[in-house]
């Protein structure tokens, strides 16, 4: 069972970057992985995919252009680069993981089975 550990997230201001990070607990060559954000009150929401090999990544509309997913499967680390943050933006940011070796990417926050504790991102105006 692979364990997940975000880190990166802080207060930011609008318009900022932030860059969020997370460390797996072994290798991530066959986990297709993803990051999620759920802000009060609000249900969890896609934010962007990645296929095991980084070939095949997705993003939700609301960040398309402005967020980039990347990995370091050496590394056993997914990133997040968050650039151009919106007020609508602040959330808690959760990376997921899946067993997965074809180069789809997993959309959905439901698709994945492994998670970590989030990281929050607070965005001020």
């Known amino acids: 069972q692979v364990q997940l550990v975000e880190s990166g997230g802080g207060l930011v201001q609008a318009g900022g970057s932030l860059r969020l990070s997370c460390a797996a607990s072994q290798r991530t060559f066959n986990y297709a992985m993803g990051w999620v954000r759920q802000a009060p009150g609000k249900e969890r929401e896609f934010v962007a995919a990645s296929s095991w090999s980084g070939g095949s990544t997705a993003y939700a509309d609301s960040v398309k252009g402005r967020f980039t997913i990347s990995r370091d499967n050496a590394k056993n680390t997914v990133y997040l680069q968050m650039n151009s943050l919106k007020p609508a933006d602040p959330a808690v940011y959760s990376c997921?993981?899946?067993?997965?070796?074809?180069?789809?990417?997993?959309?959905?926050?439901?698709?994945?089975?492994?998670w970590g504790q989030g990281t929050q991102v607070p965005v001020s105006s």
């Open positions: 997921a993981a899946d067993l997965h070796l074809s180069q789809s990417v997993r959309p959905a926050p439901g698709q994945y089975a492994y």
